[in-house]
Structures are given as structure tokens and as C-alpha cells.
């Protein structure tokens, strides 16, 4: 029997256990239990069910060869791991990702079975980029075809239009930095001696 940790059986487990992969707590025997039958049951043809899996385990003397892959897997995923920011965010459902990556072009086969998971943040960031890149684009054509037709001095470039979530952040973030400068000279100004 062939046990892997690929997508399809992080979603498996994920619809069993009814929570995110990244909530699973792999000290718990039934996590455990489930995350085995998911690498064992996606990545065999044999068709059985979670309730006949621990009987199977026992039959085969595999429950050690099995429980060792999981961890294997899991110490392969730990050392890419990325630092976590402050930010405290939900864990996404890795099914949700890989539905994700297969509806922007990636091939089915390889996302549920071949792709590593270290990989879907790679290309998670690329999405987001090409989604940025479409939009920014389909606004400048936009501002260019209803350029004749409105005040040109109230909209004078594409941002004026539309700005988008990433601009206005950078908008604000240059605010600030331009209200400490101001800051600065203005107390340079006011606490300067007179001629």
C-alpha cells in the first residue's frame, strides 16, 4: 500500500475531520488516524472507509510503515515552512487552494496528486499578481475609452478612477512618510534662532 500526502488526500481529511489542514493537531490519535487513511485511501485503487481502516492497519502489520510517512511528510513540509506574520488569519482549507490553482489553468492530476505543498504558495502569489496586472490593465483601457467623455481635470490618471487596495496602502504609507518630513522641517523651522 502506497501512502502519500499529496492535495487530494489533505482534502480528504480535511472533509472527515471538518476543519482546516493547518488546524490539524497531529498529536491527536484520531487526526492522525485520519490523515493516514486520506494518504492511504487517495493514492490506492482499493475503495474502504475510515471505520474499516484501523481493521486494515492491524491486518497488515503497516500501521508503523503508514504512521512513519505521515511524519516523514510532515518534517518534509516543517522545513519550508515560511516565518508567520503578526496577523492572526483562518487557516485556508487546502481543498478551497487547489480548487483555486485548477480554475486558473494548472493541471487537475498534478495540483491533487504530484504538486508539493510547499509549491501552492508559489503559485498562489503568481495568481495574485496576474489577477493585479489584469486589473490595473483593464482600468487603463477603461480611463482611455471614457477619456473624451468626461472632465479631464478631475480625472487625470488611471488611480484617479479606481484606486485599488494595494495602491491605496502605498498611498497612505507615502502620506505618512510626507507628514514626518513636514513634521521635521517644521520643528527645525520653529525652534530655530532668529537672525
Not at 14 to 24: N, Q
Not at 27 to 51: C, H, I, P, R
Not at 84 to 104: C, H, N, Q, R
Not at 157 to 169: I, R, T
Amino acid at each position: 500500500m502506497k501512502a502519500k500526502l499529496n492535495l487530494q488526500a489533505i482534502r480528504v481529511a480535511e472533509r472527515l475531520l471538518k476543519k482546516p489542514f493547518g488546524e490539524f493537531d497531529l498529536t491527536d490519535e484520531e487526526t492522525v488516524l485520519t490523515l493516514m487513511y486520506a494518504m492511504v485511501s487517495e493514492n490506492n485503487d482499493k475503495v474502504f472507509t475510515l471505520k474499516r481502516f484501523p481493521d486494515i492497519l492491524e491486518m497488515g502489520k503497516i500501521r508503523k510503515q503508514i504512521h512513519d510517512a505521515v511524519l516523514d511528510e510532515m518534517a518534509y513540509i516543517d522545513q519550508f515552512k515560511e516565518e508567520v506574520s503578526d496577523k492572526e488569519e483562518k487557516a485556508p482549507y487546502m481543498g478551497d487552494l487547489a480548487v483555486l490553482l485548477i480554475t486558473f489553468g494548472l493541471d487537475a492530476h498534478f495540483v491533487l496528486y504530484e504538486m508539493k505543498l510547499f509549491e501552492i504558495g508559489d503559485y498562489i502569489k503568481a495568481i495574485d499578481e496576474h489577477k493585479k496586472e489584469q486589473m490595473e490593465r483593464d482600468r487603463l483601457w477603461t480611463f482611455y475609452t471614457i477619456l473624451p467623455h468626461i472632465d479631464q481635470k478631475k480625472l487625470k490618471k488611471p488611480q484617479d478612477l479606481m484606486p485599488f487596495p494595494w495602491e491605496s496602502e502605498q498611498l497612505e504609507k507615502d502620506a505618512l512618510e510626507q507628514l514626518e518630513k513636514d513634521k521635521d522641517m517644521f520643528n527645525k523651522f520653529f525652534n530655530s534662532k532668529p537672525l
